[in-house]
């Protein structure tokens, strides 16, 4: 298991928003402060499973430690645009580059095709998700999440708002892809029951259904 010294020196993005947000002096201290809340909150949940830490430990948790604790130093609303505005940089930055491989010939049936064996590995029972999983169709990739380790952590750790900005990370990954269609029309972050996802291959006459026939 990584320290919180080894994790926070993966979001310097972060520090680098709360340079430009706070005084340096200030900042430092901050950074510090939410280093040593970091490592409260990963010896609290040290006994969770290794599928689950590959989400706590790289993004739920850092995040939830640098937002508290600028909760402590400033508005909350404040805190909450340092973790929006550097998520928001990020995940475009992530889209722009999946952007750009789909134009390359065959990218976007490989990436379709793709989704099922990465989400049952990443995002499956293993790694504190339940799924919803819709018959295979050509072209396109459809699932629901109805549990979620982000809603399940960030509302333990008193900061469920959080919750709704990862959610939106993915709009921002895969919203404006060459080719490709995400349609999503609720989060568990944003209070619907469950987290839609369809990711499909579109030409001029093709169209996205509402049909939900779960196996």
């Known amino acids: 298991m990584k320290t919180a010294k080894q994790l926070l020196k993966k979001k310097r993005f972060i520090k680098a928003e709360m340079d430009r947000k706070f005084p340096q002096s200030l900042s430092d201290e901050l950074w510090q402060k939410a280093e040593t809340r970091l490592d409260g909150i990963l010896k609290k949940y040290e006994a969770l499973s290794g599928g689950v830490r590959t989400h706590t430990d790289h993004y739920i948790f850092p995040a939830a430690a640098i937002y508290l604790t600028l909760c402590n130093a400033t508005t909350r609303e404040r805190a909450y645009a340092v973790i929006e505005n550097t998520a928001i940089e990020h995940s475009s930055e992530v889209g722009r580059k999946l952007a750009r491989l789909m ?3 065959g990218m976007k049936r490989f990436f379709v095709w793709v989704w099922h064996p990465m989400v049952k590995k990443l995002f499956g029972e293993d790694s504190g998700f339940r799924n919803v999983f819709y018959p295979k169709k050509k072209g396109e990739y459809r699932m629901d999440v109805t549990a979620c380790p982000y809603c ?3 509302t333990e750790l008193g900061c469920p708002e959080l919750t709704k900005i990862f959610c939106a990370n993915d709009e921002r990954c895969y919203g404006n892809l060459p080719g490709l269609a995400f349609r ?3 989060t568990l972050g944003t209070g619907a029951d469950r987290c839609d ?4 291959i579109i030409s001029e006459k093709s169209v996205i259904t509402d049909e939900r026939r779960p196996v």
């Open 184 to 186: 999503r029309t609720g």
């Open 103 to 105: 134009k390359l010939p």
């Open 197 to 200: 996802f369809c990711l499909k």
């Open 152 to 154: 399940r952590y960030f």
